[in-house]
Nanobody, 123 residues
């Protein structure tokens, strides 16, 4: 069983930056593909970014391309989401997700999910 815990959320002004972290428990983290999703009140969960186990493949939603960067440090069992040029529409609860299949992560069918961390961007 893998447990994921997000951190780093908070309140920032538009144009600011924030870095989210997702710490994973377990000894098999390096074999998992990981991703980030977000959900705003009253809206469906939205894919944000994904990264494979070797960090050689990444995929981003069009809405965050050029602004967000996903990365991972397998030695630390941690995945990051660097968010720059934040906009009010980025406001949401951000969730970390992981699975053994990249496609499962991208499509929101991951076996493992974190509890979420709130990101609020003020105008």
């Amino acid at each position: 069983q893998v447990q994921l815990v997000e951190s780093g959320g908070g309140l920032v002004q538009a144009g600011g930056s924030l870095r989210l972290s997702c710490a994973a428990s377990g000894r098999t983290f390096s074999s998992y593909d990981m991703g980030w999703f977000r959900q705003a009140p009253g809206k469906e969960r939205e894919f944000v970014a994904a990264i494979n186990w070797s960090a050689g493949r990444t995929y981003y939603a069009d809405s965050v391309k050029g602004r967000f960067t996903i990365s991972r440090d397998n030695a630390k069992n941690t995945v990051y989401l660097q968010m720059n040029s934040l906009k009010p529409e980025d406001t949401a609860v951000y969730y970390c997700a992981g699975d053994t299949t990249f496609q499962s992560v991208v499509t929101g069918r991951s076996d493992y999910w974190g509890q979420g961390t709130q990101v609020t961007v003020s105008p």
